[in-house]
């Protein structure tokens, strides 16, 4: 049987055309596949704010499909086990995160001096806003499960890096304007404040309270302005 596009024929009715499938009856399954993608985005979803709030080890199977409203066998239609469903949400987050922080670092209408101190700031105020209770998701991972799953470590790791290479750019960029001192190794540095901010997130839920996220910002900001003072000396 031939394959191929039709001319004068949509992209789908095509495809049915060569293959010899029928459209209504392969409607039908299409329209399974996405009430099935939905059923395991709702899962995810209502599974993954449950963990942000308890844990990984405080979430059981059982929590995450009362919270979606589903029996628990739908759960393991779509995940193996509840490290797998963690490895998704992981990824669900990491993804979401990283676009965020690339679109504020990486903007050019404002200088990555100002990009930086403002990607902060926005954490800072999703952190109010959540009472200080949750902070970072990614981070309260890889403190519970670094240790007893080689998947989770593995998956955060590779996301670590990539929210280090963004941060690298931006403070590259900075050091090429002026704005950072040459004595920085932006790679170096960027490491140093991704880690500084882990610290202080982790503060900010055992104090429960904003100040060791404003002290992160105050210092980020003598790390910033220490060039502008050994210029106008």
């Known amino acids: 049987m031939v394959t191929g596009w039709v001319p004068g024929t949509g992209f789908f009715e095509s495809f049915f055309v060569c293959t010899g499938l029928n459209y209504k009856t392969t409607g039908h399954i299409l329209n399974d596949m996405s009430k099935s993608e939905a059923k395991k985005d709702l899962i995810l979803d209502r599974g993954l704010q449950v963990m942000m709030s308890r844990g990984y080890n405080g979430t059981s199977v059982k929590d995450i499909v009362d919270a979606a409203g589903v029996p628990k066998g739908s759960f393991y239609n779509y995940f193996e086990s509840k490290e797998s469903f963690a ?8 993804s979401e995160n990283l676009k965020e922080m690339q679109r504020m670092l990486d903007s050019r209408i404002k200088s990555p001096k100002l990009r930086i101190e403002e990607f902060f700031k926005a954490n800072i105020y999703s952190c109010c806003e959540k ?103």
């Open 87 to 94: 490895l998704d949400a992981i990824e669900r987050v990491a």
């Open 131 to 233: 009472k200080f209770r949750i902070g970072c998701f990614l981070g309260n991972m890889s403190q519970e499960m670094s240790d007893n799953s080689e998947a989770i470590r593995r998956m955060l790791h590779v996301v670590m890096d990539r929210t280090t290479s963004l941060l690298t750019a931006a403070l590259t960029q900075m050091q090429s304007d002026g704005d950072l001192s040459e004595a920085y190794d932006p790679e170096g540095l960027a490491e140093f404040l991704i880690s500084a901010w882990q610290g202080a997130m982790m503060r900010m839920k055992t104090d429960s309270c904003q100040q060791p996220l404003d002290v992160f910002l105050a210092h980020l900001n003598l790390i910033f302005d220490a060039q502008h003072i050994r210029t106008a000396n």
